[in-house]
C-alpha cells in the first residue's frame, strides 16, 4: 500500500506525522498517515484531526476511506488498534 512508508512517497506533513502516496489493492490511490503514538497529547491530536475530516468536505481534502459495512465506531477501532500496537510491542 505505502511501500512501507518511505520517503519518496511523502506527499506532505500534517501536524502529526507525514502524508504519504500510497494505493489500496483494488488499485484506488489513496494518502496515508502512520500513527506513532509518541505521547498521549500526539494521540489527541491525531485523532482531534481524524473527527475533521470526517467533517469537513474541501475540493482540497481527501475523505477518508473504510471497507463497507459493518463499520466499527472509532472506540471499538481505536481499542483494535492499541490492542495490536500492545501485541506488537511485546513481540518486539
Request: hydrophobic share 40%; with cysteine.
Amino acid at each position: 500500500m505505502t511501500q512501507g512508508f518511505t520517503p519518496e512517497n511523502i506527499v506532505g506533513k500534517g501536524g502529526f506525522r507525514c502524508v504519504y502516496k500510497a494505493r489500496l489493492p483494488n488499485g484506488r490511490p489513496v494518502a496515508a498517515k502512520q500513527l506513532i503514538k509518541v505521547s498521549d497529547q500526539g494521540e489527541q491530536g491525531f485523532w482531534a484531526e481524524v473527527e475533521v475530516f470526517t467533517r469537513v468536505h474541501h475540493r482540497n481534502l481527501v475523505s477518508l476511506v473504510g471497507k463497507g459495512l459493518p463499520v466499527l465506531d472509532w472506540d471499538k477501532r481505536f481499542r483494535i488498534a492499541v490492542g495490536a500496537a500492545h501485541g506488537l510491542a511485546y513481540l518486539h
